[in-house]
């Protein structure tokens, strides 16, 4: 059964979070929760999280895009990757607070992208969300705790399959055989091929620190 995402948002869009009753979840020493009441300094790191997002996806799809125009599917494999954010002083450059961004999925083509113990919470909440026939929110917002590590805001955005995701994340029997030996070679335990447009492909995130100390 697949499951197509009905609410997968033009990057643009912003919606209020669908209300998720608090569910926390231990994993191992982590602790982490789904944030939904409004309080200014959430609004806050929403706002600060999904402006992040927005402009780390629009900028990546530009990038893959422009890739595959000009080297076709098999020249953009390195494209579709986070690698290449920039991280000074601890926070990604021009935004504020934002200090770590990841791209994760329960189908994953690299095991580098695997997910930690909360971004598994969220994966498996919005893999509940489709299976019940819901519609995931378009953005999460968690609380994080991992004692010692300082407690951290994490905001998640689903991202949907796109048609021009399928050159890589489509039937594989469609690809050619460059770009099939090239994945094949790099990613040897890739789960992320034979995708539709509209299903959920996984979560881009990123970390929000607590705001300074006034
Ligand atoms: C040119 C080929 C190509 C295209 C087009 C492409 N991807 Fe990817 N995608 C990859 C490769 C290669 C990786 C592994 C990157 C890495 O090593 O981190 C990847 C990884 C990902 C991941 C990280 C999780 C994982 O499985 O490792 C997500 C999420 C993702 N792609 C979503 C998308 C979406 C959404 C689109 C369309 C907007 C898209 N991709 C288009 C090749 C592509």
């Known amino acids: 059964m697949k499951h197509p995402l009905k609410l997968l948002a033009p990057l643009a869009l912003i919606l209020s979070l669908t209300p998720l009753g608090g569910a926390a979840a231990d994993a191992g020493a982590v602790k982490a929760t789904f944030v939904t009441e409004e309080s200014p300094e959430i609004a806050e790191v929403r706002k600060l999280g999904e ?4 402009r780390l996806a629009t900028q990546l799809v530009r990038e893959v895009n422009s890739a595959m125009a000009k080297d076709g599917a098999e020249g953009a494999v390195e494209s ?5 954010v920039p991280i000074t002083n601890g926070t990604v450059a021009g935004l504020p607070r934002i200090t770590a961004v990841k791209r994760t999925s329960l189908r994953l083509r690299s095991p580098a992208n695997a997910p930690d113990a909360a971004e598994k919470i969220a994966l498996d909440h919005i893999q509940q969300l489709l299976d019940n026939g819901d519609s995931p929110p378009p953005l999460l917002v968690q609380r994080v705790e991992a004692p010692p590590a300082a407690p951290e805001w994490r905001v998640y955005k689903p991202l949907g399959i796109m048609p ?5 994340h489509g039937d594989s029997a469609g690809q050619s055989e460059a770009l099939k030996t090239k994945l094949a070679t790099l990613y040897p335990a890739d789960k992320a091929s034979d995708y539709s447009a509209g299903e959920w492909r996984g979560l881009i995130r990123v970390t929000v620190a607590d705001a300074p100390a006034k």
Not at 164 to 168: E, M, P, Y
Request: hydrophobic share 50%.
């Open 80 to 84: 579709c990757h986070l690698k290449a």
């Open 164 to 168: 021009k995701c399928l050159a890589c």
């Open 51 to 54: 402006a992040a997002i927005n």
